[in-house]
């Protein structure tokens, strides 16, 4: 469904995130700030997200919300949202990565920022940070999976298309965060067969406890906490993110 949004794009900017969060407070629902070049793209846990000059996508989602529309509890389902809508993409077979990167294979394409504000129990905003490879071919060494839509099909691909096709999977998805029912078909869909590793064993590592293991993804919680069969040990936990690492 086609949706209102209005993309401003920007030769050069520090982050996109950054400048959405700096003007948070005169930007629109459904504004949109990409840029060609970030000076210092940030990633998830501080890191860095550093890619070529005009190769890729660089692209921030302002959310807007009114009091009481999305409540904290269920700011999950934003993550969702923005992972589905890239997960969409016709150019590749996408699976999402708890809780939001989007990957091929055992390969990283997309990675995400998204950085919400409240007041009391409400989101107020939500700024949906978006990076996503498309036409850059060669990496930094530092970078342990990354790929591009290039790599993965030998095709140069019009970046401008492809973020009016994530915004047209966004647009349709939207609506689903203002109902519960809408929320829980929003979370079956993330919580299935798109789900990268799900239902197969895998390495991971307990950042809490500092140990590694075997283990099998059960699934995500509409909260946002991976459920996983520690094989190992023969028992199921939950993670919040960054308390657990995958060996990829
Ligand atoms: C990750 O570490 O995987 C998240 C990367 C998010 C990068 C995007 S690029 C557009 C937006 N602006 C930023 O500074 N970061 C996000």
Redo the contacts with the bound molecule.
Sequence with gaps: MEKNFVIKWLDEID????EALRHIGELDNLSVIA?RN?T??????G?K?VVEPGANL???IVLKFAPGQLKVRDCFCITEAAALAVAGIREAETRIKWPN?IYVRDR?LC???IENGSSGDSITYSVV???LNVNQTSFDPSLTNPTSLKKLTGKDFDTEAILSEILDNLGSLLPMLETEDGRASLHQTYNGDVLYRKGIKGRYRDNLRDVEFEGIIKGVAENGRLSILNCTEAVEASYAFKELSFFI
């Design positions: 982050s996109t995130n950054s840029a970030q210092a793209g940030r990633g998830q846990r890191n997200w660089t692209f921030s990167d990283k990675g995400m920022l940070g978006i990076g």
